[in-house]
């Protein structure tokens, strides 16, 4: 890991920090600031994993943790991302903000802006693996994260044709170009089939990649709050904050909805797709947008071992032990909108011709949750004009991917430790 010293903006190690979200980011930011003997509280307005971390995917995939903003997004059509059926989905009534988004999101889709980026994710995948693992090792701190990280043996892609798996492949390509690793292998229909039976006529063509892993998210995320709580961190649930008071050498203040006040040397924002709404007065101008997606779970006559992935669908599936979570869509519209089922009936449609054996009526755990987007695909990590307020946030599709390593820069921020060179790609002040 490259270092350097220049990126933090904190004056000394602070006692207590308040970490505001009790996600994957704001947990593992908790975690990371234990090892460095930070006393933490962390506060949320509803509870552990209320957001995006509850109902994803969770892969901890290097070969597919890229940034949003691609060039072939944009092949989609402003017309097909209308339509409530495409897998990018954006409403006809933007308002002003999600206008911002969506032009500064287009102009990041450029080939030289995508391979810009690329570069960047490569960096930050070299070095999410390990900050995992020290979690579950417990650290310098003990008291181990106990839900175990699951290596994909093998993580498979299906296609209805070998036409269909060009896009991927060129992808994976480019992961290489950029400084990425990727071990893979091309597989036809039957092969894929012998790897997973429950995959169904539909697939007629594979690809096979190794090195990746994926967690349960809701018992992975349940398992590191217990092990930040037995590490001496207090959890507050219920805590909504509404204001962040900076009194300088004094410390800071987070104001709750009903008026409680906390006080710490430090606070992280790490409210997901909600950031800005803290961050703002603090200098942080990027729009942080809800890419809403959707899952649900289903339990398939053989059940899948490993995640499947169909990238031309946009469809992502992950065995969760005993039942098989779906999970699909880009809907960039406010993170509090009701559940659309128009947009579960799309993924349902879109992997039923891929499997064989799936009663699709039988849903279970049907979720909407919001992906916090940023329109150069790069999250928001770091100090803001306050060297006392730090966000954590703004990893759109690889928040679960990057939640450890995004804690261990800010808790090195914080504390005064060198972070990598990459860090200063994702200043929250750029
Ligand atoms: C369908 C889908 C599939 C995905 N698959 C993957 C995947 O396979 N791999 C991957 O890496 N990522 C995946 N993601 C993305 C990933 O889920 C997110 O990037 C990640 O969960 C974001 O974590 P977070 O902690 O930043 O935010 P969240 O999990 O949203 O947590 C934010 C927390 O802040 C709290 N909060 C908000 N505002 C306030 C406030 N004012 N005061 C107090 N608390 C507040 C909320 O209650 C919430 O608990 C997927 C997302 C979706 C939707």
């Excluded at 995006?52 to 901890?60: L, T």
């Excluded at 409403?91 to 032009?103: E, G, H, S, Y």
């Excluded at 997973?196 to 007629?204: D, I, K, W």
């Excluded at 790069?378 to 679960?400: N, Y």
């Amino acid at each position: 890991m490259s270092t350097s010293t220049g990126a933090s903006r904190a004056s000394k190690s602070p006692e207590h920090v308040v970490v505001a979200g009790a996600g994957m980011v704001g947990l593992s930011t908790a975690w990371y600031l234990q090892e460095r003997g930070v006393r933490v509280t962390i506060v949320d307005r509803t509870g552990v994993a209320a957001g995006a971390s509850w109902g994803n995917a969770g892969w901890i995939s290097p070969a597919l943790t890229l940034p949003l903003p691609e060039p072939a997004v944009l092949s989609y059509g402003v017309r097909a991302m209308m339509s409530p059926s495409s897998p990018v989905y954006v409403p006809l009534a933007a308002d002003r903000r999600l206008l911002q988004f969506l032009v500064g999101f287009a102009r990041h889709c450029t080939p030289a802006r995508w391979r810009a980026a690329m570069a960047i994710f490569a960096e930050l995948n070299r070095d999410a693996l390990s900050a995992y693992d020290v979690l579950g090792t417990g650290g310098t701190a003990g008291h181990e994260v106990r839900e175990p990280i699951r290596d994909a043996d093998p993580f498979l892609a299906g296609f209805a044709s070998v036409e269909d798996r060009k896009v991927l492949v060129d992808e994976l390509a480019h992961v290489v170009s950029s400084g990425g690793e990727v071990d893979y292998e091309l597989l036809t229909g039957d092969e894929i089939r012998s790897l997973e039976p429950t995959l169904g006529a539909g697939v007629r063509a594979g690809v096979r990649m190794l090195g990746q892993r994926f967690i349960n998210p809701p018992a992975y995320v349940a398992s590191l709050a217990e092990s930040v709580v037995r590490r001496g961190a207090e959890l507050v649930s219920g805590f909504d904050v509404v204001d962040v008071n900076d009194f300088g050498a004094n410390g800071v203040e987070v104001v709750s909805a009903t008026g409680e006040r906390l006080r710490a040397d430090a606070v992280v924002l790490a409210t997901g797709t909600w950031l800005g709404e803290l961050a703002r007065s603090y200098g942080v101008k990027r729009v942080v947008q809800a890419g809403r997606g959707y899952s649900f779970t289903v339990v398939p006559e053989q059940m899948p071992k490993n995640p499947i992935y169909f990238p031309v669908q946009r469809v992502a599936c992950t065995p969760l032990g005993d039942r098989l979570r779906v999970a699909g869509m880009m809907e960039f519209r406010r993170p509090d909108a009701p559940l659309d089922p128009r947009r579960i009936n799309a993924i349902v449609e879109a992997a039923r011709p891929m499997f064989t054996g799936v009663d699709w009526t039988a849903r279970q755990e049907e979720w909407v949750g919001s992906r916090p987007c940023t329109a150069d695909g790069l999250p928001l990590v770091g100090a803001t004009r306050s060297p006392r307020v730090h966000v954590a946030g703004g990893h759109g599709m690889w928040g679960i991917a990057l939640g450890p390593l995004t804690g261990r820069m800010v808790a090195d921020g914080l504390t005064g430790h060198a972070l990598p060179t990459y860090a200063r790609h994702l200043d929250p002040l750029r």
